[in-house]
Structure formats: structure tokens, C-alpha cells
């Protein structure tokens, strides 16, 4: 199509479009694309809508798993449920998962909870809490994408590396590493560098969301960062993983969960297709 014609017919669209008797439909118009937006690249948060329960069911029923980012500990129940031969290391500086983990029922299985952040360093950081198990707590501030009404609780955590975590407990495999750290998860692969390097680290799934603008990091880098590592990455979806490549257009798009496989669990033959972002 000649493109003095298309221009033309970009300017009648808009002309009809932004018309005053169609405004009513703007609003039911923009809701309705997002909402299919959100379907087709899958950007929901429910575990059981969004792939993380089937991701679970194709994990090993042994091993140890990491869960950065407790909270209420359903990912950590859902996971205990597989099998009595999984460990399961949970770690999340809130005050209030500390009861969380100490209601749940996790007599009969191996279960850690450790009280302390995983970021890229070792010290201490200023921790965020929302209240209420708020799903934003943070070592970042996030009023800006909260809201403005949004007051955190300040308060002083413990802050370790994986890699220095590791370390202490004899170095052991992890099978899977679970990170919803609130837009500090790539700070937490960041501080597990040397287990990655090493390939040390069987499957990662992390979380890709609006916190990640406030910790001013971009999926570009975690793209970078695990590929450097000898990692794949994948978009995960309700019944498979998608092979993943990186586009600029993804930045603050194509938020969801993603998973990064090892060498030698990229060798296995978890479900995968492809699609079209």
C-alpha cells in the first residue's frame, strides 16, 4: 500500500476514533486489548492460571529446592506436596512470613525457614513492608507503582548471597530455585553467580514485573546475565515453555514467569512450543 494512502487512512481511523460520541467505548476498548494482551503473552499472577502449578508437577519429587520469597508459602506447599524426599530452603525478611512459616503444617517434611534476603551482596538493606503480606514487599521502595497512598514499615534486614549461603551449607546441588523477590530477582541471581557459573543451579523460575522499573534493572540484563552463564531461557505458559528471545519491545511488556534450564535440564524433555510475542 502506498504510504501517502495509508497515512490517509491512519488519520480517518483516528478522526472517527477520537470523535466526542465515541469516548464512552475508549475506555471498554482499552480494557478489552489489555485483558487479551495479558491472555496471549500470559502476564497472570494466579499460579494455577499462569503455568507455575503444571511447572511444579514436572519438577523431580526429590532434591532441593529454593523458594526466594516465601511470603504465605504457597509456592513452598505446593512443592512439599510432590514428594517426602524434597528439601525445601525457604528465605524472606518479613516479619510476618516468620509466623507464616511457623502456622503451616510442615511437621512430617524437610523444611527451613530462613529469615533473611538474598540480594547481590552481604550486609544489611532497608526492607519495605507494605503490611498485610503485601505481594510488593521489597528492598526497593515501590510508593511510585503503588500508589501514592502507599506508606511501607522501614526496617533493617539480613542480607547473604546465595553463593556465600551455599557456601556455609557445603556447597550443596540445587535443583530448583524459585525467585519472587519483588524486582530484586535479578540482584538475587546476581549473588549466586559462581553456583551458575558453575552450573550448580538445575532450573530457575523468576518473576518479570513493574518492580524491576524501581530497581532500575531490565530483562536485557537478565537475558545477558544467564545466557553468559550457559543458561536457556523460556516464557513460561499454562502447559509448556516457550523458547524465549530477547526484543526491546518486551521491556515492561511481557511481564510473567521465566524459566532458565541448566545444560542438562535444557537435555530433558519438559513440554515446549513455540510463540509468536
Not at 503455568?51 to 508459602?73: A, C, K, S, T
Not at 549461603?165 to 546476581?190: C, Q, S, Y
Request: glycine share 6%.
Amino acid at each position: 500500500m502506498d504510504r501517502s494512502l495509508r497515512d490517509n487512512l491512519r488519520l480517518l481511523f483516528h478522526r472517527v476514533l477520537f470523535h466526542p460520541m465515541m469516548r464512552p467505548i475508549h475506555g471498554l476498548a482499552l480494557r478489552a486489548v489489555r485483558r487479551i494482551q495479558a491472555h496471549l503473552l500470559n502476564c497472570s499472577t494466579s499460579a494455577r492460571a499462569n503455568g507455575e502449578e503444571w511447572l511444579i508437577g514436572q519438577l523431580p519429587d526429590e532434591g532441593r529446592f529454593l523458594d526466594v520469597g516465601f511470603n504465605r508459602g504457597s509456592w513452598t506447599q505446593l512443592v512439599l506436596e510432590r514428594g517426602s524426599e524434597i528439601f525445601v530452603d525457604a528465605f524472606d525478611p518479613c516479619r510476618e512470613s516468620v509466623d507464616c512459616a511457623r502456622q503451616m503444617d510442615f511437621s512430617d517434611r524437610h523444611f527451613a525457614f530462613h529469615n533473611i534476603a538474598l540480594s547481590n551482596e552481604i550486609g544489611t538493606a532497608t526492607f519495605f513492608d507494605y503490611g498485610n503480606m503485601n505481594e510488593s514487599n521489597s528492598l526497593v521502595p515501590r510508593s511510585a507503582d503503588l500508589g501514592s497512598n502507599a506508606e511501607a514499615e522501614e526496617y533493617e534486614v539480613e542480607v547473604t548471597t546465595l553463593d556465600q549461603w551455599r557456601d556455609t551449607m557445603g556447597n550443596p546441588f540445587i535443583d530448583v530455585l524459585k525467585v519472587d523477590a519483588e524486582g530484586f530477582d535479578l540482584h538475587v541471581l546476581e549473588g549466586a553467580r559462581e553456583s551458575l557459573d558453575a552450573q550448580q543451579i538445575d532450573l530457575i523460575v523468576f518473576e518479570y514485573a513493574s518492580g524491576w522499573f524501581a530497581s532500575k534493572r531490565s530483562l536485557y540484563e537478565a537475558t545477558r546475565y544467564l545466557a553468559d552463564r550457559g543458561y536457556v531461557l523460556y516464557r513460561l505458559f499454562p502447559f509448556f515453555l516457550a523458547p524465549y528471545e530477547y526484543r526491546i519491545q518486551h521491556e515492561g511488556q511481557l511481564t510473567g514467569y521465566f524459566v532458565a534450564l541448566s545444560r542438562r535440564r535444557n537435555e530433558t524433555n519438559i513440554p515446549r512450543r513455540r510463540v509468536d510475542y
